[in-house]
C-alpha cells in the first residue's frame, strides 16, 4: 500500500480548482457536491488543490510549496493524492482507487459494487447512527460492543448489510440481540500469500482483537487483521494464556 485511504471534510472550506474543460468541471463538481467552496485563485488559501492544465508543473510546484495537496488530472507522478471512485449510499461512502494507476478499473470496479449494495443501505446506515446511544447503552464495553456489531452485521448475520431487510430488523436487533462471546481460533498457514487464506481464516483476522502469530508470519498476512488489532509474536506458554476478547493464532505451517 503507497497511499493512505482517507475521507477528507472539506465542507464549507476553499480548494482551488484551476482549468477548463470537462476534467476541471468534474472536479468542482465533485467538490460541491462534498460541500467544499471552489475557487480558480492560485493563491487563494486553500486545504486542497486540483489541476487540470495543459503544462501543469509550475502551478503544482507553487502550490506544493505552501503546503496545498495537490491533485493533478492524469499525472500521478506529480500528485499529492488521487481521487477514488465513488459509491455513495447516504453516508455510506464506498472508495476505490487504483493510486492513479487505472482510473477505468477503480471505475469498473464500482460499477460491479454498485449491483452489490442494497438500496436501503443508507436506511440501515443512518438508523446505526441513530442507535449509538442504545448500543453503547446494551454493550458499555468496545470489545463487546464490537463483537455484537460483527456478529450482526456478518453474511447471515441480523443487519447483513446486503440484506434490504436489515434497517427494519435494526429495533429488534438491540432488544433481543444476544452477548456475543468471545472466542480462540488457532490455524496454520501454508504459504506467505494472504490471497491463500481461506474466506473463514479472513474472517477471523478482520474480526480479532488479539493476534498471536509465530514470528516466520508475514507482514501480508498479518495486514489482513484489523489496524488496531494487538499483535504479539507467539510465545510457548501462550497456550494456556486465557486471552479476552476474540484472539487469533496463526501458526506457519
Do not use: Y
Not at 506467505?192 to 487464506?197: A, E, G, S
Not at 501480508?220 to 494456556?240: F, G, P, Q, S, Y
Amino acid at each position: 500500500m503507497h497511499s493512505l485511504p482517507l475521507f477528507h471534510r472539506i465542507t464549507g472550506q476553499t480548494v482551488i480548482v484551476l482549468g477548463e474543460g470537462e476534467a476541471a468541471a468534474a472536479k468542482r463538481r465533485l467538490v460541491e457536491r462534498a460541500g467544499g467552496l471552489v475557487s480558480d485563485d492560485p493563491e487563494a488559501q486553500a486545504v486542497l488543490a486540483f489541476v487540470a492544465l495543459d503544462a501543469p508543473e509550475q502551478v503544482a510546484a507553487a502550490l506544493k510549496a505552501r503546503g496545498v495537496p495537490v491533485n493533478v488530472v492524469d499525472r500521478p507522478d506529480i500528485c499529492d493524492f488521487t481521487v477514488p471512485s465513488l459509491l455513495e449510499r447516504g453516508p455510506v461512502l464506498v472508495a476505490v482507487g487504483t493510486g492513479g494507476v487505472s482510473a477505468g478499473l477503480a471505475k469498473a470496479l464500482r460499477l460491479r459494487l454498485e449491483t452489490l449494495l442494497p438500496a436501503n443501505l443508507t436506511a440501515l446506515a443512518e438508523g446505526l447512527g441513530k442507535a449509538r446511544a442504545a448500543v453503547r447503552a446494551r454493550w458499555p464495553q468496545a470489545g463487546e460492543r464490537r463483537r455484537a456489531l460483527d456478529a450482526a452485521l456478518a453474511e447471515g448475520g441480523s443487519l447483513d448489510p446486503l440484506d434490504d431487510r436489515s434497517a427494519a430488523a435494526l429495533a429488534g436487533w438491540l432488544v433481543a440481540a444476544p452477548d456475543a462471546a468471545s472466542a480462540v481460533h488457532e490455524f496454520a498457514i501454508s504459504s506467505h500469500d494472504p490471497d491463500d487464506l481461506t474466506l473463514r481464516q479472513a474472517r477471523w483476522l478482520g474480526t480479532a482483537d488479539l493476534v498471536l502469530h509465530d514470528a516466520a508470519v508475514s507482514a501480508a498476512i498479518l495486514n489482513r487483521a484489523r489496524a488496531d488489532a494487538v499483535r504479539r509474536a507467539l510465545t510457548a506458554a501462550e497456550r494456556a494464556i486465557a486471552h479476552p476478547g476474540n484472539t487469533v493464532i496463526i501458526r506457519r505451517g
